[in-house]
């Protein structure tokens, strides 16, 4: 990856994705975020991982979203980000909301994990250095530890504001109990709603912000498993979140007629279960994670039709 001359998009905000505030705050987040869990690690192309993110700041997507242990191996996808922004983006970082996240395994002993005071802070620090930058927008605790005090957490993440290191901070996948915080970042599709229930009325009623990851359900929520499992597709693996023991019949049939109703829409599923995302006004932004320009430009054009009608929500529903 060889250095770069490139130039951005003359009108990256005007034929943009769109920006809605985050709750109630001042910050703005595109409808559409690049999320660099798959596909920016050390064993991934590195020229289309440059071409994502050169392309997705054409479009107006700003919101870069990482994780301290994102990419094989861990902290690749942020020290080959940190090298594309420096090479790329080094006049540019203004323009960009650049976030990262701790609380699940980074490095071995006691303080490689969870949400301590010691692993935060050690791990924010940890992903400046990789990325090579003074601050970043946003810092997550990645997720609820059940073993440390939740003021000693929350202190933290204030800590970090305080020191300049973070601008803001939220909390990722959080249990439902009023936990106060500015973004609330958790996974959201059709098949996957139970934020529905209290998280979306409490960040109504907080002002919070809401921002949405998995939003296809890792690839369920497409036309890729109508017909069966495809050699190397995520489902056909061992590993990974997906398993072929999701697939059943009963949810394949589900899919075949949440395909219908997005043909009708002159959309791809894919297309319609990200858009769908959006039609909750409390979902300020949805996470993407795309292997290629082609699917990221597929993301975008998405949003050419993202309303829809009562009858086509609640026959969403009723197959979620």
């Not at 901070?169 to 059709?190: A, H, M």
């Not at 994670?289 to 969403?316: C, H, M, Y």
């Amino acid at each position: 990856m060889s250095k770069s001359t490139y130039e951005p998009a003359a009108d990256r905000y005007t034929n943009t994705v769109g920006y809605e505030h985050c709750g109630k705050s001042g910050l703005q987040l595109p409808r559409i975020s690049l999320g660099l869990w798959h596909n920016f690690g050390d064993v991934d192309d590195q020229d289309e991982a440059l071409r994502m993110i050169q392309f997705a700041f054409d479009h107006g997507i700003t919101h870069f979203d990482l994780a301290n242990n994102y990419g094989t191996p861990y902290g690749s996808a942020e020290k080959n980000f940190g090298k594309i922004l420096k090479d790329n983006f080094s006049s540019y970082r203004d323009e960009m909301l650049i976030s990262t996240k701790a609380g699940h395994d980074m490095w071995p002993g006691p303080y490689g994990d969870w949400g301590s005071r010691k692993q935060l802070i050690a791990s924010l620090n940890q992903s400046l250095q990789r990325m090579q930058l003074d601050y970043v927008d946003i810092f997550y605790s990645h997720r609820y530890d059940p073993n440390t005090p939740l003021e000693e957490t929350m202190g933290a993440l204030s800590d970090m504001v305080k020191q300049g290191k973070a601008l803001y901070v939220g909390i990722s996948k959080y249990p439902e109990n009023g936990t106060p915080c500015l973004i609330n970042q958790d996974r959201y599709n059709i098949f996957t709603r139970h934020i529905e229930q209290s998280v979306l009325p409490l960040a109504e009623e907080h002002g919070v912000g809401v921002v949405a990851f998995s939003p296809l359900a890792q690839g369920m929520l497409s036309d890729k498993y109508i017909n069966g499992i495809p050699e190397n597709s995520r489902a056909a693996h061992s590993y990974g979140f997906l398993q072929k023991s999701q697939l059943t019949l009963e949810v394949i049939d589900k899919i075949t007629k949440l395909n219908d109703i997005a043909e009708k829409r002159e959309q791809s599923l894919a297309q319609m279960a990200l858009v769908w995302c959006l039609h909750q006004p409390q979902v300020n932004s949805v996470i993407v994670g795309t292997s290629s320009v082609k699917q990221l430009q597929d993301n975008i054009d998405a949003l050419k039709n993202s309303t829809f009608t009562d009858d086509e929500l609640w026959r969403i529903g009723e197959l979620g």
